[in-house]
């Protein structure tokens, strides 16, 4: 084979150049094609790669739509399963008040269907008379502006039955506006155990002080009868000596002495034995030490002597007076019976003390105290026993000497006032009781109490005079006549309206006891106010559960006297209700 020769450019002519040239253009044109085609499929493969990319992000989005309307799906139906069966009542209200939603637990509280409610406001809720709505308006403002509140209410069922709830509102989001959410629970049955609760603390209060009164009711009834034998005797000696002036007036001022201390006698056991609802207020104790110790004098026996150390300048405690009075029977009580058998000395001490984080005793916050103490030299406590009473019903007393409610009842009396009780004892030589109570920090300024020399002024009116007892209508019937007045007196009720109706505008006054048979006071002043309205009446009472000094007013009485009623008294009432 004959091996091709190159030539050199000079050797080839002009033509073989144009072929050369015309070759060389031709691979360039296809190299130049193939990187087009080779463009071309990048090109595709970048189109083909995103169109997968976006069908990609399409699928997955459909994915991850249809999973979020599954949860939103599932999450409304927890929503809805916990809205409906919460054990509280849940309201959505708008702004204005209008309910917008409510859950089953609404529906159960009130017995009204779910439509009653939406687009209503709340008002139809509230229990009549018993909510201050303004007040609850402003829970409801303060709730919506991020102040969560809680509050009592009384609302009222379809039926008409009214019940307590507790209430608690917050603000939220609902149905993308903002909105008021209220969780209400009904706490009927908590409200009828804190109630039977109540009541039962206050029969065994009430017992306790029946308790003290019947361990006293010897000492009582003995006093009473020197006070009768008193009465009596110098009632004979002025029966005696009528013609002896001075020797009357000195017989009938030792009456009225007797008969004073009967009245307070009377007047402090009722006071001490009578329901009260034990409103708090400013309270002398040394006062009270004083009146305790003048009525168990004459009702301990006399084998006990009582001896009182008070100091001088006492502040006053927020407090119950009957309460106190009740603290110190008891303690007083308990002392006389320690030493029953042997006798011995009681002794009454009341002093202000300060206590502070030098001197802290039992968990007394800083701050002034009065330290009441009963010290008696009984038989003393065992050291075992300390440590119980104070527990209800605990009583190491043998049967029918005592409940056991007695130091209890005391000491959740002193610890509703923020003070302490504690109890020191030796066997064989006696018992310390200790009571701190906390000092009123503002004391209220009183009057200076003036006593007047008693005159008695003569008055002029037309009175119809009624009570049953016949000594009581005889000597008010003098004393009325002997004072100016123009009287009738009565010893019946039911004759007494009899002669009313007959002429009703014939009398100016009625003075009426509340205690009668046939018709008590109050039903009598109804029947006459009914013939005459403007009726002006006095009610004389020794002792009613019915009318009071709060209510007397409220019951169409102008005046209310406790019995006995002295003169001066009964006439300055008169003048008085006359004269309005």
């Known amino acids: 084979m004959k091996e091709k020769r190159f030539l050199s450019d000079d050797e080839k002519s002009k033509d073989q150049l144009l072929e050369e040239l015309r070759d060389i253009r031709h691979h360039v044109s296809n190299l ?71 859950n089953k637990g609404v529906l159960d509280m009130y017995g009204y269907p779910k439509e009653y409610f939406i687009g209503k406001t709340p008002e139809f809720l509230s229990a009549p008379g018993r909510n201050d709505m303004d007040k609850v308006l402003g829970f409801v403002k303060d709730a919506f502006n991020g102040k969560p509140q809680q509050f009592d209410f009384w609302g009222i069922r379809k039926n008409g039955e009214i019940f307590p709830k507790i209430v608690r509102v917050k603000s939220g989001f609902y149905m993308g506006q903002k909105v008021i959410i209220t969780f209400a629970t009904d706490i009927t049955d908590r409200y009828k155990s804190e109630k039977e609760k109540k009541t039962l603390i206050e029969q065994l209060q009430q017992a306790q002080k029946m308790e003290a009164i019947g361990t006293l009711a010897g000492g009582i009834a003995h006093d009473f009868n020197n006070i009768l034998s008193a009465i009596m005797g110098y009632t004979d000696l002025t029966l005696k000596n009528t013609d002896n002036a001075t020797k009357v007036k000195k017989y009938a001022k030792n009456v009225m002495k007797a ?100 001197n802290n005793i039992m968990g007394l916050k800083s701050g002034e105290y009065q330290l009441l103490k009963v010290e008696d030299c009984g038989i003393g406590i065992r050291t075992e026993v300390l440590n119980k009473v104070f527990d209800p019903y605990f009583t190491t007393k043998n049967v029918g000497e005592g409940t056991g409610m007695g130091l209890a009842v005391v000491y959740g009396i002193v610890k509703n006032y923020g003070g302490i009780i504690n109890i020191k004892s030796v066997l064989g030589k006696g018992t310390i009781v200790e009571v701190y109570f906390p000092i009123l920090k503002e004391i209220k300024k009183t009057n200076e109490i003036i006593v007047e020399k008693q005159v008695f002024e003569s008055g002029n009116g037309r009175i119809l005079f009624v009570d049953d007892e016949p000594f009581i209508a005889e000597m008010s019937n003098d004393l009325l006549k002997d004072s100016g007045y123009n009287v009738k007196t009565v010893t019946n009720s039911i004759d007494a309206l009899k002669i009313f109706k007959s002429e009703p505008d014939k009398y100016d006054l009625l003075i009426t006891d509340m205690t009668m048979p046939n018709m008590t006071g109050l039903d ?26 709060n209510n007397y007013k409220s019951m169409g009485v102008n005046a209310l006297l406790m019995k006995p009623v002295e003169s001066k008294k009964l006439l300055d009432t008169i003048k008085g209700v006359l004269r309005n």
């Open 259 to 358: 008969s004073v201390r009967a009245k307070d006698m009377v007047k402090q056991i009722l006071a001490f034995s009578r329901k009260n609802k034990f409103s708090l207020t400013e309270v002398y104790i040394s006062g009270i030490i004083d009146e305790t110790i003048r009525f168990l004098k004459s009702s301990l026996p006399a084998t006990i002597e009582i001896k009182s150390s008070i100091e001088t300048d006492l502040k006053p405690v927020f407090a119950n007076a009957t309460q106190i009075n009740q603290i110190l029977m008891n303690l007083c009580t308990n002392s006389a019976h320690a030493m029953r058998s042997k006798g011995g000395l009681l002794s009454i001490s009341l002093n202000n003390i300060i206590v502070s984080n030098d």
């Open 524 to 549: 009598l002043s109804e029947e006459m106010h009914r013939l005459r309205p403007n009726l002006p009446i006095i009610i004389c009472t020794g002792f009613s559960e019915d009318i009071n000094e």
């Open 32 to 102: 130049e094609q193939i990187i087009s085609t080779q463009n071309d499929t990048k090109e595709a493969l970048k189109k083909s790669e995103e169109q997968f990319r976006l069908i990609t992000e399409n699928i997955s989005d459909n994915i991850e739509s249809k999973l979020i309307d599954e949860k939103l799906i599932q999450s409304e139906r927890d929503y809805r399963e916990l809205f409906d069966n919460s054990s509280d009542a849940i309201y959505i209200q708008d702004v204005n008040g209008l309910f917008l939603d409510v």
